[in-house]
């Protein structure tokens, strides 16, 4: 069992940056696939960003050179940054493992705002 808590959310300006950190849980975090998703109102959630264990990186089209996710092994987080923030950046932001791979995440954090004002 992995537990994830998001942190970092908030409210900032268009053109902005924002770090957003999740704390995972276990023993063999190293091993797992981390993985951002966000879920704007009324729309479904969208995959934003994926790192594997040995930080090999894949990103969405609409986030591509804005955003950058990493991990620290040895603190058990992976990060999310995000600069010139966009608008339709707005969105619950949440942390997921997958344990097999990037493409499956059986664990999700409670998820965090980002807003993002114009």
């Known amino acids: 069992q992995v537990q994830l808590v998001e942190s970092g959310g908030g409210l900032v300006q268009a053109g902005g940056s924002l770090r957003l950190s999740c704390a995972a849980s276990?023993?063999?975090?190293?091993?797992?696939?981390m993985g951002w998703f966000r879920q704007a109102p009324g729309k479904e959630r969208e995959f934003v960003a994926a790192?594997?264990?040995?930080?090999?990186?894949r990103y969405a089209d609409s986030v591509k050179g804005r955003f950058t996710i990493s991990r620290d092994n040895a603190k058990n987080f992976v990060y999310l940054q995000m600069n010139s923030l966009k608008p339709e950046d707005t969105a619950v932001y949440y942390c997921?493992?997958?344990?097999?791979?990037?493409?499956?995440?059986?664990?999700w954090g409670q998820g965090t705002q980002v807003t993002v004002s114009s």
């Open positions: 997921a493992a997958g344990p097999r791979s990037w493409y499956e995440y059986p664990y």
């Open positions: 276990g023993r063999t975090f190293s091993s797992y696939a």
């Open positions: 790192i594997t264990g040995s930080s090999n990186t």
